[in-house]
């Protein structure tokens, strides 16, 4: 148990926007929301996972839809307040704890407003160790966790409570109600006991989250070169290096689809690379060849700020570093693969971990 | 308090596919469902809404969506007993009667179906006392009850309960959900208590329905031709009657668009009429000129059996007979005409009662 405050929340949003893999949005905006709850009401206290009683009542936040349309409408002043109300009411039972469901942007940061708001504790977990842009895509969903009965409510007071047969029809009908109500609204869902939570979580990620904040504003002051103090402390691959010369964009369903070129420079002159996103980055090819297919994290940094780049950010001539973070380990399975894979997304290509297709064993070690 | 068995549902069907204005589908698909639940659990007990009390839990139930639909992929097991618990228990507190909302095409067919599955009574009365296209357009509505918690559920098992600001947002909201569940859904909204129900509801619509029902089925045996039989039995004003020259069709949003025209024959030789619809017909035009418009039924039946004829299967060669008939008297207010007059739906003209547009001041009497 700790208390985090306004200095650990700049740490905790730097750092989910790299485990963002470009999506979530720029944390900014949820870096206010959370910033704006802590000084009014004081620091959130943060638990392990291991503080949480087997029988404790576990409730995800989060928002749904497009975090740019989330920093232009906001959040309406009960919205947290209206979750609580509906998922304590519905499970007849109060709320011991809150917990953050993706790990990067936007959603990295409201799970603090809430908590604050609240005045609950929030547990140092979530349910995908970086982002991604559906909601069945959990390490939940892989343990046959219902993510319903769930929550959504918008900023002008309506509500809805979904019921489903499975994790991906929650997705679509509530998909479906968020374009209707204006493109971003706040949920609850995964509502769970502790020991279920326990048992499939991915644990710590905001604690890591917080140190790959402190390590991206160190990079200078570490034994190596920045990029190799970076690389070791993101534990990544690098996989290309170079300038952005175009950026495709699509948007089709509630998604933003695209595709960034980049020209390779130092010691990759004359290649170029292609990184595809649905949200977030989904596919790394060097001269057409993969280098990294979701679920590992690929994500595309400043080469000298090392600020992750959120895929709504990307613009021709920012220079850029990719690097791949391996996944949490569920993702690898084959259950996991079947809901975050390549080929769920429409690749035809079998997933190989980021470290196999570098040719790298281990992981570095921690900065 | 009567009993509905077969013979009645038969007659209900039909005059119910009247007062539908086109809308509101087949009436023959729920007419199966109905005939096949009554004969498998005995007839269904109807109530004039004074026979019920004040404090009585009263629901309405119905389809949303396409009935060409509902046709296809049919009504799941157990989506009335789904909507019964979820609006018991949502509420707190045991279902007394059943209620249809519309008069028109399945949604007057499928109550009887609930209420016959479920075993409970059902209140001669709708919210309409004809069909419209969108939620929102109940009397109810003109009284300020809201169509939420609103109870929705699909043939595979996913549900819905909505909570809204308006019956606008109900409509929206239980729109978008209906859609991508595959476009047709069971529901249940305007959950209200027996004193409100008796004081905005349209009374003894049932028996309306069966009514005009049996005088369809007898024209032939009345005093004057079948054509003086019917419109004195339907109080109905004779708008056109011709040939159907052309059917324009668009789906937009989840609605069906369109427009017929018909060719003038007898007294109405040389002339043009047009029919235009948003699964109701909305507005009727003769060479230009409007001679009806919503919220008065615009109804076009078969010129020689009376049938109601519904706007999907309105087609090129059919003789018609346009009519008028008046409108539940609170669709004339200001308020009324603010939820279903001309305006909403996009016609820039003021609302005339189809009486007067004919330069009738009476309506006939009953046959």
New interface residues.
């Given amino acids: 148990m700790r208390k985090i405050g306004v200095k650990e929340i700049e740490d905790i949003a730097l750092g989910a926007s790299l485990l963002g893999s470009g999506g979530g949005g720029d944390p900014y905006v949820g870096k206010l929301m959370a910033i704006g709850a802590i000084r009014e009401t004081g620091p959130v206290t943060l638990l392990d996972p291991e503080e949480i009683a087997g029988n404790a009542f576990v409730v995800p936040i989060a928002m749904m839809g497009a975090p740019t349309v989330l920093a232009e409408k906001g959040i309406g002043r009960n919205e947290y307040r209206t979750l609580y109300d509906m998922v304590s009411s519905f499970y007849n039972r109060k709320i011991d704890a809150l917990m953050p469901i993706e790990a990067g942007g936007v959603n990295s940061m409201l799970p603090f407003a809430a908590a604050a708001r609240l005045g609950l504790p929030l547990v140092d977990a979530d349910g995908m160790g970086r982002a991604f842009p559906e909601l069945q895509m959990v390490t939940f969903t892989i343990g046959g966790v219902s993510a319903t009965p769930m929550a959504l409510t918008d900023e002008?007071?309506?509500?809805?409570?979904?019921?489903?047969?499975t994790n991906k029809?929650t997705e679509?009908?509530a998909?479906?109600?968020t374009?209707?109500?204006g493109g971003s609204v706040s949920i609850s869902l995964y509502c769970m006991e502790g020991a279920i939570m326990k048992k499939y979580c991915v644990r710590n990620i905001v604690t890591r989250s917080e140190q790959l904040g402190k390590a991206i504003r160190s990079v200078k002051q570490g034994t190596g070169t920045p990029e190799e103090n970076f690389l070791a402390a993101a534990e990544g691959c690098k996989l290309f290096r170079g300038k952005i010369t175009d950026v495709l964009r699509e948007v089709r369903g509630a998604f933003n689809f695209g595709k960034a070129l980049i020209e390779g420079s130092a010691e990759y002159k004359g290649k170029t690379a292609s990184v595809e996103f649905q949200n977030e980055n989904l596919v790394v090819t060097v001269d057409g060849e993969i280098r990294a297919t979701t679920p590992d994290l690929i994500c595309l940094v400043d080469t000298e700020t090392f600020i992750p780049i959120p895929t709504d950010a990307l613009k021709y001539g920012k220079r850029v570093l990719v690097v791949g973070l391996q996944c949490y380990e569920a993702w690898r399975s084959q259950a996991g693969l079947a809901i975050v894979g390549p080929r769920y997304f429409g690749y035809d290509t079998d997933y190989v971990p980021v470290e196999a297709r570098a040719g790298i064993q281990n992981r570095g070690g921690r900065a």
């Fill in positions: 002008k007071g309506n509500s809805t409570i979904f019921k489903t047969i029809w679509d009908l998909r479906a109600v374009m209707v109500s």
